[in-house]
């Protein structure tokens, strides 16, 4: 285990395997532990960091925060462990909130970026229903805070992913784990509503466009993220590229995940 000081914050991190470095950025549940079977099969090819994003899990809040420019200080720590690993670049990947992140790192601090893949980023602004979506999470938001967690994710997993990636999320969250409940209400508070609704820089990520591979999940198809996803190749004159599982294939497929990643960097 190790720990970089960030301003506000202690960030956990692993960093295992060698060659160039690659950046594993975790979704909504925060956590580096879903990429654990994923960085292995990679590490026979690069030095591959994973870190729990502030808040979440390991990864502790120790002074204020500026919840009202969250996206900005999650790129600002994403850049500040590239540094703290000695590297001045790496290639990145990002999933859901955290292709969110990726992509603003990207904006605001494109020396740090040599390859994004932006993997399956809710950024509804870019779809012409997305005022709905965006609706629906604050209905979400408003279940968990009438009825709680359990209805609230259960709500949100079956209207938003397909079958087979709802049945993985709902196996993995153990709402009688203290630090899942934490990580579940901290994401409730700070992110369901507000990443989504973001309006991400796309005139700068358009510019660095040659340095975006956007990717989904081949299960995906139909659902908002993957459609997220083929806006922002068609913004970026880039075709995204369909990986093997749904919008958690990184954990349900890894093997089969980390091969086709792999070809790709």
């Known amino acids: 285990m190790s720990i970089v000081d960030v301003p506000g914050a202690k960030l956990h ?3 295992r395997g060698s060659g160039p470095l690659l950046l594993l950025i975790p979704g909504a549940n925060g956590d580096a532990r879903p990429f654990t079977a994923l960085a292995e099969h990679l590490t026979a090819h690069f030095t591959v960091v994973t870190y729990d994003r502030r808040g979440f899990s390991r990864s502790a809040l120790d002074g204020p925060q500026d919840y009202s420019h969250r996206l900005d200080t999650d790129a600002d720590d994403a850049r500040r462990l590239i540094e703290h690993t000695g590297h001045r670049t790496a290639t990145v990947f990002g999933t859901s909130s955290g292709a969110l992140v990726a992509l ?3 904006a605001r601090h494109p020396e740090a970026v040599g390859h994004l893949i932006p993997y399956e980023p809710p950024a509804l602004r870019l779809l ?10 604050h209905q979400v938001y408003d279940l968990y805070r009438t009825s709680g967690i359990a209805p609230a994710m259960t709500l949100f997993r079956e209207r938003t992913f397909v079958a087979s990636d709802g049945h993985a999320m709902a196996r993995a ?3 009688g784990n203290p630090q ?3 990580n579940a209400t901290y994401w409730f508070e700070h992110e369901l509503r507000q990443y989504p609704a973001i309006a991400l820089d796309l005139n700068t990520v358009t510019r660095h466009a040659d340095q975006v591979t956007p990717a989904a999940g081949h299960q995906s198809q139909g ?3 993957h459609q997220a996803t083929a806006a ?3 913004l970026l004159d880039r075709k995204p590229i369909e990986l093997p599982g749904g919008h958690v294939g990184f954990a349900t497929h890894p093997a089969e995940f980390a091969e086709r990643l792999r070809t790709m960097i």
């Open 13 to 15: 991190y692993d960093i």
């Open 104 to 106: 603003h790192l990207l």
């Open 128 to 137: 012409r229903d997305g005022r709905h979506w965006i609706d629906f999470f």
């Open 173 to 175: 969250m153990d709402l």
């Open 180 to 182: 899942v409940r934490a």
């Open 223 to 225: 659902r908002p993220c």
């Open 232 to 234: 922002l190749g068609t």
